[in-house]
């Protein structure tokens, strides 16, 4: 390895650009010169490559969001594509690549790595932790952060009121944030994508809450959840069925994808980024940098095994128990 090139892709997650700074610093140590890609796959099809210094990615650790910036490429679908990113590559005498994204993205980076024979390592980095084959992912502790940090504050005002607050998170198609940091801040019920619960359980569940003394409340709920339902038509819906319920609705948004990374995220950032380069280095491809029990390992793209246990089903029984 001479050459190397690092590129950022899919949505942005606090800790990022911790990950980029790892992966240069860990390549100049090597004496490999490493090139960050704008914009991602799409920097990588038309040669937006810049050479990253160990002085160039300094004040990054602490900042959120991507320095490289990151967007879709609906050109990188296609075989043409790939193939101009290949010959980019080539034309700048790259001989590794590390993508730092989600599973959307290591998709494509396997497939490229397979369709060119070319070194490709993942970084998984989403705040939705919902990457196969690591226990964490870059983003997610900052975001649960993030989100009790602002139930906290709801609380302050659902209590004064004696108010139902529904909230919601980010999680279209997984449920961790909602699961966890329902936990984390006491939310009476959370309602995420992998677990089916209608409207009528909803309401005995609040009805019980309320039956126990319960004056004020907040429901935690996925923007994927499987009431079937948008929050506001839920909050409605409540206020019909339930008038004695004063109901209140907060969407947190892209709060959750911004501000500094967490202490946590920064030192997940730099051991993923260093094994990148180490993984490179060791002849290793279509693998992404994980942590597995503390350890540091790589698991093939897509690799679903027993490691990967989801913890959804334990996490919930808890959420019942202590949310009486």
Not at 37 to 46: A, C, K, N, S, T
Not at 165 to 190: H, K, P, Q, S, T
Not at 211 to 222: D, E, F, L, P, Y
Request: charged share 25%.
């Amino acid at each position: 390895m001479k050459k190397i090139a690092v590129l950022t892709s899919g949505g942005d997650s606090p800790g990022m650009n911790a990950a980029i700074r790892a992966v240069a610093r860990a390549a100049v140590f090597h004496d490999i010169e490493c090139y960050g890609v704008y914009r991602g796959f799409q920097g990588l099809i038309e040669g937006d490559y810049e050479l990253l210094t160990a002085r160039s990615v300094k004040n990054l650790i602490q900042k959120g969001g991507t320095f490289l910036k990151s967007m879709r490429c609906e050109g990188f679908r296609t075989r043409e594509g790939r193939e101009n990113a290949f010959n980019q590559l080539k034309k700048h005498e790259i001989d590794g690549l590390i993508v730092i994204g989600g599973d959307g993205s290591f998709r494509g980076a396997s497939l490229f790595g397979s369709e060119f024979d070319f070194p490709v390592i993942g970084i998984p980095s989403t705040i939705d932790n919902d990457v196969q084959g690591t226990d964490f992912s870059i983003g997610f502790d900052t975001a649960l952060n993030t989100v009790v940090e602002a139930i906290d504050k709801i609380r302050d005002t659902a209590s004064s009121h004696n108010r139902l607050f529904l909230v919601e998170v980010m999680g279209r198609d997984a449920g961790n944030i909602a699961l966890n940091a329902g936990i984390g801040a006491g939310a009476g019920e959370i309602l995420i994508p992998e677990q089916k619960i209608d409207f009528e359980e909803l309401l005995e569940a609040l009805d019980k809450h309320k039956a126990t003394g319960k004056s004020s409340n907040i429901v935690v709920i996925a923007e994927g959840d499987q009431t079937g339902k948008n929050i506001s038509e839920l909050a409605g819906q409540i206020q019909q069925q339930r008038k004695e319920y004063d109901v209140r609705v907060t969407v947190l948004g892209h709060i959750q994808r911004g501000g500094s990374p967490s202490c946590y995220d920064r030192v997940l950032a730099s051991r993923l980024g260093v094994a990148a380069v180490d993984a490179l280095m060791n002849g290793e491809t279509k693998v992404m940098t994980a942590v597995v029990h503390g350890k540091i390992i790589t698991v093939p793209f897509g690799d679903k095994t027993e490691l990967h246990l989801n913890k959804n089903e334990e996490l919930m029984r808890v959420a019942k128990i202590i949310s009486i």
